[in-house]
């Protein structure tokens, strides 16, 4: 991809540690820029990208979170409740987001693809990181064998 179409590009600092999870990040990131790219072809070609593109993200987005939640289940992570909530108000707002677009309300792909990518890197620079603390500790300890 052109570099002038990359709104953001993937760093080592954003690993949590856990390869199927940082994989996946890597993914969603893929995903914003995959849409930024979409949102520079001019507003009409933008909204059709957006559409055509859009659902597959969500899909994605879900499909992240159900795996990352079923690792912290699996290591009875303390703070699963309060993670599980802010991955539903994100994918709410994102399908309300998204229903406004269908709806033909008045929305602008680039501010939504910029919300997306804000909220991902928060959420894997802050939120994910105490998740990814509390794994650490655990292996220090001898509590979590990982290959």
């Known amino acids: 991809m052109d570099d002038s179409k990359i709104l953001v590009a993937w760093d080592d600092r954003y690993s949590v540690g856990i390869r199927l999870i940082d994989e996946q990040h890597k993914e ?25 593109t859009i659902h597959g993200t969500v899909d994605y987005v879900k499909y992240h979170f159900a795996a990352e939640e079923k690792i912290l289940k699996n290591i009875k992570y303390p703070s699963i409740g309060d993670h599980k909530k802010q991955h539903e108000g994100f994918v709410k707002q994102i399908f309300d987001d998204v229903k406004s677009f269908e709806e033909g309300k008045k929305f602008v792909p ?29 292996k220090k300890k001898g509590l979590l064998l990982t290959k």
Do not use: M, P, S
């Open 110 to 138: 680039n501010v939504f693809v910029r919300y997306l990518k804000d909220w991902i890197l928060t959420h894997i620079a802050v939120v994910d990181r105490k998740y990814a603390e509390y794994i650490l500790n655990l």
């Open 28 to 52: 969603l990131v893929n995903l914003t820029n995959a849409l930024y790219a979409g949102c520079l072809a001019g507003d009409e070609a933008a909204q059709k990208y957006f559409l055509e």
